[in-house]
């Protein structure tokens, strides 16, 4: 994907994240599925808001803003929460060493909780704008952006980490205040999950561990990253190709 893609400008990056149901071909109408069935599956019992009910797994997938590059990605058994999977994707983007002090990530609002603002900016540095819910109190939200002990290190230059945060802070507290004029930023996401797919056979898989399904969604995310390479990005072109 490197080699295939352009690589990283200078400055901040902004990284789009969302998760996308993997229905595994079960006919749980004809047979009775529950629960309980499933508690030694690697797939399970989980609902979306264009599928339904379905059985499968959760595929959770980190693409660069504008380019639509895939960064990486996840799976998780169907029923973990999107607010959960948060702390993951940032330490996996961590680990490639993908995201550096100032990158805005946008997540829509099924990863909103206070702690996963929290960490976004102590421990990750990143700017963390994920859409609010209508209770969010923003009051109590700033306050508890704070920096986090460590930098008073005496290995640190601790001024120049101050300075770091502050910025960071300062920037998400601009951001977070008009966020809806960035829901068409991070809505593309969905017509690159509707590619993957429409064009590369990801709406159904007749496959039954996680392992199989994760080189599945390799093959599926590497096409894709292929596909958006080729120029084929806005928003009508992706939804053209997937139809």
Same mark, same amino acid.
């Given at each position: 994907?490197?080699?295939?893609?352009?690589?990283?400008?200078r400055g901040s990056r902004s990284i789009i994240i969302d998760s996308t149901d993997i229905n595994l071909n079960l006919n749980w109408h004809a047979k009775k599925i529950t629960?309980?069935?499933?508690?030694?599956?690697?797939?399970?019992?989980?609902?979306?808001?264009?599928?339904?009910?379905?059985?499968?797994?959760?595929?959770?997938?980190?693409?660069?803003?504008?380019?639509?590059?895939?960064?990486?990605?996840?799976?998780? !058994?169907?029923?973990?929460? !999107?607010?959960?999977?948060?702390?993951?994707?940032?330490?996996?983007?961590?680990?490639?060493?993908?995201?550096?002090?100032?990158?805005? %990530?946008?997540?829509?609002?099924?990863?909103?909780?206070?702690?996963?603002?929290?960490?976004?900016?102590?421990?990750?540095?990143?700017?963390? @704008?994920?859409?609010?819910?209508?209770?969010?109190?923003?009051?109590? %939200?700033?306050? *508890? *952006?704070?920096?986090?002990?460590?930098?008073?290190?005496?290995?640190?230059?601790?001024?120049?980490?101050?300075?770091?945060?502050?910025?960071?802070?300062?920037?998400?507290?601009?951001?977070?205040?008009?966020?809806?004029?960035?829901?068409?930023?991070?809505?593309?996401? !969905?017509?690159?999950?509707?590619? =993957?797919?429409?064009?590369?056979?990801? !709406?159904?898989?007749?496959?039954?561990?996680?392992?199989?399904?994760?080189?599945?969604?390799?093959? =599926?995310?590497?096409?894709?990253?292929?596909?958006?390479? @080729?120029?084929?990005?806005?928003?009508?072109? %992706?939804? =053209?190709?997937?139809?």
């Amino acid at each position: 994907m490197n080699d295939l893609c352009p690589k990283r400008k200078r400055g901040s990056r902004s990284i789009i994240i969302d998760s996308t149901d993997i229905n595994l071909n079960l006919n749980w109408h004809a047979k009775k599925i529950t629960k309980k069935s499933l508690e030694d599956k690697e797939y399970k019992w989980g609902h979306s808001t264009h599928r339904g009910f379905f059985i499968g797994m959760k595929l959770t997938l980190a693409l660069e803003y504008p380019t639509l590059k895939p960064l990486a990605f996840l799976i998780n !058994e169907a029923n973990v929460p !999107e607010s959960k999977i948060y702390p993951k994707i940032l330490a996996e983007l961590k680990r490639r060493r993908i995201i550096k002090p100032g990158d805005i %990530l946008f997540a829509d609002r099924g990863y909103y909780s206070y702690g996963n603002y929290v960490i976004s900016v102590r421990e990750f540095k990143i700017v963390p @704008l994920i859409f609010p819910r209508k209770n969010c109190n923003f009051n109590k %939200l700033f306050n *508890m *952006m704070t920096y986090p002990l460590k930098i008073f290190d005496s290995k640190r230059d601790t001024k120049q980490q101050i300075m770091i945060y502050k910025k960071i802070i300062a920037k998400f507290k601009e951001l977070i205040g008009d966020w809806k004029k960035f829901r068409s930023v991070r809505s593309i996401i !969905e017509d690159v999950f509707k590619l =993957a797919k429409k064009a590369y056979s990801m !709406e159904n898989l007749h496959r039954y561990t996680k392992r199989s399904v994760q080189k599945y969604c390799s093959l =599926a995310v590497l096409l894709v990253g292929a596909t958006i390479n @080729l120029g084929i990005r806005e928003k009508k072109h %992706l939804q =053209a190709f997937s139809e």
